[in-house]
């Protein structure tokens, strides 16, 4: 099984609203990411876990809130979110060893956020 | 981290022929991959390049690897319509970052 499983595939939501994506792996990789990706944009860097820890938060405002319940999950919670926030949320994961990323990254297809 | 910096930014191609781009980087790397994006899904791995490699095949996919001149290409050969797509390169050592892409269009 060699798949990242993103949820919800779409998603649309309020200035208001708090919502969740889901990511989750089966391949036993220690390191899980979060990107996202504007319209002819490249990805983004948001977030990494390594081990269930935040080791990097790419200065992301606290409206995005990440979680890494264990090994294969990782949650972004999302509150208050404006407008600009629109993109492709795309979650990956990969091996790690120290903390580093030391190969390929899996990615998921992605969660296609619209906040109106 | 650091991300690399592909070229051309856009590629226009008949099916067929043969697709190159290129990535350069500015630091010292352990490895470089490639990565391709369908319009709205996900990245795909492409190949995997060690810095004490020169040259690598998979498939139609031959890259290589110049690390004297921080440099790298992606030929795609015998180019067909589902080649369309962004390539991105990532010069890795940690963590991936993603420079612009090279979009190429393959038409039939």
């Known amino acids: 099984d060699t798949e990242v499983t993103q949820t919800p595939k779409h998603l649309v939501m309020g200035m208001t609203n708090k919502k969740s994506l889901k990511c989750e792996q089966h391949?036993?990789?220690?390191?899980m990411y979060w990107y996202k990706q504007k319209a002819k944009k490249p990805p983004e860097l948001m977030f990494v876990?390594?081990?269930?820890?935040?080791?990097i938060n790419e200065s992301v405002p606290s409206r995005f809130s990440p979680e890494c319940p264990n090994s294969s999950l990782l949650n972004l919670h999302l509150h208050a979110l404006q407008p600009e926030d629109s993109a492709l949320y795309l979650c990956?994961?990969?091996?790690?060893?120290?903390?580093?990323?030391?190969?390929?990254?899996?990615f998921g297809e992605g969660s296609r956020l619209t906040v109106l | 981290s650091q991300q690399g910096e592909e070229d051309p930014q856009a590629l226009s191609i008949q099916e067929g022929e043969n697709a190159t781009m290129n990535c350069s980087y500015k630091t010292s790397i352990n490895n470089l991959q490639w990565y391709r994006q369908n319009s709205g899904r996900g990245l795909v791995h492409l190949i995997l390049i060690r810095s004490n490699e020169r040259e690598k095949h998979s498939g139609r996919l031959r890259v290589t690897l110049d690390t004297s001149k921080k440099s790298s290409s992606l030929l795609i050969t015998a180019s067909r319509a589902a080649d369309t797509a962004s390539y991105f390169c990532a010069p890795g050592y940690s963590t991936l970052t993603f420079g612009k892409g090279t979009m190429l269009l393959v038409s039939p």
């Open positions: 876990y390594s081990y269930e820890k935040l080791s």
């Open positions: 391949m036993g990789h220690r390191a």
């Open positions: 990956a994961s990969s091996w790690t060893s120290g903390g580093r990323n030391t190969g390929e990254l899996f």
